[in-house]
């Protein structure tokens, strides 16, 4: 499961969004629909650790660094609904 984590960090002086956690995927989702990516690149599952980061999970089929391949696709969307969202990285853990 490791290899399919995503980290959206955000700028901790921005308070965090009202919008739950699954809006940001939907939005990433909706993106990456209409860039022509792959239906196998999308956010299944989103959720917020204690400091506000978000993590994501990609579909099975997908891996974080296939997705990442679309990166400035997910920072500019999650940003849409979390104005905190500075970037977007592999979960190295």
């Known amino acids: 499961m490791a290899e399919r984590c995503l980290i959206l960090r955000r700028d901790e002086s921005v308070p965090l969004s009202n919008k739950m956690n699954q ?24 959720k917020r650790n204690a400091k506000g980061a978000i993590t994501a999970i990609t579909h099975p ?17 999650a940003r849409m609904v979390d104005k905190g969202v500075m970037d977007v990285e592999e979960n190295e853990s």
């Open 61 to 77: 089929n997908a891996t974080a660094e296939m997705a990442l391949q679309y990166r400035d696709i997910i920072i500019t969307e």
């Open 23 to 46: 809006e940001i995927a939907s939005a990433i989702n909706g993106a990456l629909f209409h860039q022509k990516a792959p239906a196998y690149i999308r956010i299944m599952n989103t």
